[in-house]
């Protein structure tokens, strides 16, 4: 089994995906807007350039993610995608990435459990648990 987050956006999915592209690396490898898709008789003009399906491609992992229709729109809760990687520096780096223009829950820091762990929501509102090793 393998699970793959999908991220509900309010308007920015593109611009999500691409600095997350930056910021993780990996391959983009879907950029499909509503007006470039076969829905796009079906779709309000004024959202046909919003993103219908994104997928970035991280090593065995896929994030994929998509603009909703603001009526459906709900603000990520009740969860939080936790990334664990190897080196601190390494997860302060993307930890300070994604911290930009967001808003850090839990400073990135030695616990008892981790040489480095932070929790933040980035500028996205999309909530990210940092856990190095």
């Not at 956006?9 to 997350?20: D, H, I, S």
């Not at 046909?48 to 399906?53: E, F, G, W």
């Amino acid at each position: 089994m393998k699970i793959n987050p999908s991220l509900h956006f309010n308007g920015c999915c593109r611009a999500a995906f691409e600095k997350y592209q930056r910021v993780f690396g990996g391959t983009l490898q879907t950029m499909l807007s509503y007006g470039d898709s076969p829905m796009a008789a079906q779709v309000d003009r004024a959202f046909h350039h919003h993103i219908m399906h994104a997928t970035l491609l991280l090593g065995d992992s896929e994030l994929s993610g998509a603009d909703v229709q603001p009526a459906h729109y709900r603000k990520p809760q009740g969860f939080s995608i936790t990334l664990s990687l190897e080196g601190v520096e390494r997860a302060r780096g993307i930890f300070d990435a994604l911290a930009q223009g967001g808003e850090i829950g839990f400073p990135f820091q030695t616990t008892f459990w981790s040489p480095g762990y932070g929790m933040v929501v980035d500028e996205f509102g999309i909530p990210w648990e940092l856990n190095a090793s």
